[in-house]
């Protein structure tokens, strides 16, 4: 069955949906995105995605064609139209359809707002009691990453390399030091269990997750340490794990073949994930 998807003002089938091939986000990556997940039919840390797509748009001069509460209720709708239970909502916003030029058009020009779902067993991720590997590779994105831009076509490439090499996923390394997985944040726990993560700046995204995680840790008497963190380093870890909106928390139990610990799980990755999704769950709306 089709899903309903939202573009620009009106309700349709995905068959029906229609951009133009003049739109900036085809021809320039001149777009952002969000991603908010869906749990019970209700959105899971919809105000830090909210924000970050208001601050992402700020940075790159785009108009978003909503104001707040309606960016809320057409969250609320797609939901319902799709009956969505377990999964995510995918939100693009590009600056809209201009003849190609490296200059922006006028700030008047219609940008393109798009919405789409796709269930997803969000809690009964495998990778949660497994553990994912992972192996690393040189960061080449560009210098401005703490912006949510749809360029992700080096994360894909990264990804493949992982999936060539027989891992789950890659984590990015610059100037010797791990910036963030593909699509997510990197941490680590030190062998005096100190919860360890990049500091934020423009080298990587301020994940809502990451931020929460955190806030969860300190509350709980975890120990946390904002700052790099070698690639070295995490292969002596205790136990090392990602962040991310719709994987929650998911340990890492191999980097570039090294074990973390044993090979398993570790327990604090273990308790962050469930108090992550205990609190997020009971404060969904």
Partial sequence: ?????????????????????????????????????????????????????????????????????????????????????????????????????????????????????????????????????VVTVPDLRWGRRDIKTVQLLYPSMAKMEAKAKGADDAWMVEDGVVTEASSATAHIVSAD???????????LLPGITRASVLELAAAHGITVEERAFTVEEAQAAREAFITSATNFVIPVTSIDGARIADGKPGPLTQVLRALYVDTRRAAAI
């Fill in 1 to 133: 069955m089709s899903r309903t998807i939202y573009l620009n003002g009106s309700w349709m089938p995905e068959g029906e949906a229609k951009i133009s091939p003049f739109d900036r986000g085809f021809l320039m990556s001149d777009g952002i995105y969000e991603v908010t997940c869906v749990l019970d039919g209700k959105l899971v840390e919809y105000e830090g995605h909210a924000a970050r797509l208001q601050r992402s748009a700020r940075a790159l001069d785009l108009n978003l064609p909503v104001d707040e509460a309606e960016l809320l209720v057409l969250h609320r709708e797609i939901v319902a139209r799709n009956g969505l239970e377990q999964g995510m909502i995918y939100l693009q916003l590009t600056r809209g359809a201009a003849d190609r030029d490296f200059i922006f058009p006028p700030m008047d020009t219609p940008s393109t707002l798009f919405m789409f779902t796709q269930a997803k067993d969000v809690l009964g991720n495998p990778a949660a009691e497994a553990g994912i590997s």
């Fill in 193 to 203: 269990d100190r919860l360890i993560t990049r500091d934020l700046s423009h080298a």
